[in-house]
Structures are given as structure tokens and as C-alpha cells.
């Protein structure tokens, strides 16, 4: 598996309260849509998770939080509630923050995401951001 870094870099707008997903039936509570070259790296990210994994990648959307466990929380709240079944493909913790690759399934429609948490001993100055996508399994052989 490839693992991510976050390297920030975006100044942080305002969190908005109760976004709702174009991807999946999820809202994420002070949360941000992360867009621009901080939402690209993130999304190069994913990416490079998905094909290792032997899916395609479509519709992808990354947010950003200073409430890493409330975001972690709610997307698994959201899916279940949903009707997905939440699956860790990995995990990686670390003193510096944790990854997650995680893949949501419902009938035949797949998501796979990456969740990197980024605690602090003050809980004010945590972070996370919350990447996927639609994936689609690909025919033959990974390249």
C-alpha cells in the first residue's frame, strides 16, 4: 500500500455545518470541501490506493476537519445507516497521526476512501481530512 502525506499547504476556510455528499449518502458536520492544489494532492493520494487495490477511481471528493473523530464517526454512522457495510482494508498509526483505507460496499456499488487523522495533545489543534471515491473494479491484471 501507498501511504499518504499531508502536506497542508491551503489556508483554512470556515467549516460549514452539514455537507452533504455528491458520492455518498453521508453529511459531514464541521467539515470543509478541500478543492484546489491541497484537494489535488489528496486525490493523487487516493489514487495511487485505488489502482494498487484493482479499481478505478470516479467522482472523487476530499474534506478536511478539525474534528477528525466526529468526521471518522459520522461516515461510518452515515454508511451503516445506509445500508453500506463498512470494511479497514489497513491501517497505519503512528505518534504523528493515523491512516485509514477503508472500502464501503452496498450491493454492487463500491466506495474506497483514505481517512488520516492527525491528533494533537490539545484536541483544538487536531486535524483530519477524508478522501474517496466511486471505484470500480478493474478487468485483468493490476499494472
Known sequence: ??????TGGAPEPQAQSGLRSAVLPVTL???????GPAGEKLGYALWHTVVEMGYRCDNMEAYSTTFPA??????????KNNGYTYIVVE???QPSGNQTVWRAQK????AIGLLMEFPHKNEQNAKGTLTFCE???LAGPRR
Request: hydrophobic share 50%.
Open 1 to 6: 500500500m501507498t501511504w499518504a502525506v499531508f
Open 29 to 35: 458536520e464541521a467539515a470543509r470541501k478541500v478543492t
Open 70 to 79: 466526529l468526521m471518522r464517526d459520522q461516515l461510518k454512522w452515515d454508511l
Open 91 to 93: 491501517e497505519m498509526n
Open 107 to 110: 450491493d454492487e456499488a463500491t
Open 135 to 137: 471505484a470500480t473494479k
